[in-house]
Every structure is written in structure tokens, then in C-alpha cells.
DNA sequence: TTGCAACGCGTACGGCTGTACGCGTAGAAT
DNA sequence: ATTCTACGCGTACAGCCGTACGCGTTGCAA
């Protein structure tokens, strides 16, 4: 297993716009932040080397622009991420995260109906194994 | 609104337990801590205390044995830090991160059960208003 | 009554984080 | 040619975090 350090709050949030858009310069991912969480433009910069020199992030030059990619799935990160979570704040339970979930923040009509055939599909699949 | 610094991730650990077993000396948290997650004493010590100076625990001093307790509940603080989470990771939604609970964590038929009783439970509440 | 073990408290320290300035340069505009 | 502008890159810096040592003290054991 590849070890990476951890991402701070605030290269997640950098790195999320990474995995929409990238391929991406910085100023592209500087401007797809969102509108109510402006950083700096030299900020997102430096999230952006840290994230490469962490393994997130890979770039190459384009003349004198700097791309950035993705070198993780997001996938891979949201586990470890949720993982940790789960484990600190819930004792490793993922129960009482689902509950706080539902419970606390909510789901519209159409969250609901996913979950559902969710939960059936798991249902069928747990029957057969 | 009451202004309190976040929560580090060894400092979760400890007041998790906190919720648990408070109120607890330091010994008794530090002995309540997950076979796997050993820390040293006087670690747990300082956690205690960042807990207490970031308004998160109170103490006295019962003897010569200070005394911990929680002083935000659980569910505020739970509150606080998934909706960090959801928002830095998930761009603020929910469903993605429900999605990534059942689909990648997996839960038992318990869990199932309950969660069906949940989305009834919150199908009917929805539909009265 | 003399130690010893347990405890509180202060202190430490290197690494990480959030946030950003400023220099030097290359391409665009004048 | 000269100036402006955008950009990469190095650097900075205070505050937070993880982790823990060691001193002084006190209650209990010998």
C-alpha cells in the first residue's frame, strides 16, 4: 500500500475540484471554488504542490502553465477519509454515522427512493452470497 | 452562536470516550481507549486539557484527581464536523456520502432493517408537513 | 519515616496547516 | 523597445497538532 499522508481540510476541498476538472491550471481550479469560499490565488497554489508532493496531484508544464491532474481516485480517497472519521468520532460503527445522517441533515424525495432501491439491491446480493 | 476552534482528530478520539464515560479521570479515559489506539498517558492529559480550553469539557479537581466532563453534547459536535466534512469533500451534499457508506462500507441485516424503518418513519413525517 | 508510585502541570519540539507576499520572468500590449 | 500583466516558485510565519518528558508533590506501603 502506497503511504500517503493525510489531507488537511483544506487541501480537500482543492483536491475535490481537482477530480472535476481536471485536467487543470491553477486558475482554473482557483475559479471553481466556490463562491462563498474564496482563497487566495497564491493559497490554492500552494494546496495544489502540496497535494503533488503529498501523491495526490501530478502536473506538467504547458509552456509556462502549470496542469494539474489527479494521481488518486476519488474513490480511494473518500474511503480513507470516511474511514477515519468512522473510526475516531464513531468507533469504527457506521450505523450511528448513516443515523446522524438522516436524522440530522435531511433527505429529499429522490435521496429517499435511491435509498431505497439501495438498500433492496444490497438486500438480493446479501441473499445470494 | 458560541465560537469554538474544531476538534483535531486525536482530540475526537478523546472526547468520544469523554461522551462515554465522563465523568472520568484521566486514568479511566486513558484506559478506555481502544486496545488498538494506545497513547501515552500524559498525552491523553493534554488532549484533556486543549478539550477543556476549547470549551469542549469541564473539570475539577476531586482530591488530588481532576475530573473530566463534557461540556458540548455529542450531537452538536457530531453535527459540526460531518457537516464539515460533507461540505469540504462532498460539495455539501448528503447523498453522495450515504451512497459511499452503504455501497462501500456495507452494513448488516440489522442495519438494513432499521434503515427501512428510518425512511418509513421519515416518509410519513415528510408527507404531514 | 522513608520511599515509591501515581498524578497534575508546565514545557517542549518538530512537523503540519492556513494563508499569503514578493521576486523574477515570459508573453502581450503599446 | 518598453511596459504591463500573469504566472511559477521560493519563502515566510504564526498557530495548531501529535506526542511526550520531567519536576514537584502526595497518599500509601514498608
Redesign the pocket.
Known sequence: MVER???????MEVVRILWEKAPA???QIHEALPADRQ?????V???L??LES?GYAK?T?D????IYSARTKALTVIRETVDDLVNRLFAGETMPLMRHLIEDRGIDGKGLSELRELLDRLEKEGAKK
Not at 63 to 66: A, E, H, K, S
Open positions: 499522508p493525510m489531507l488537511s481540510k483544506g487541501e491550471s491553477v486558475r482563497m487566495d490565488f497564491a493559497t497554489q500552494t494546496y504542490r502540496r503529498k502536473s508544464l509552456g509556462r502553465i502549470r
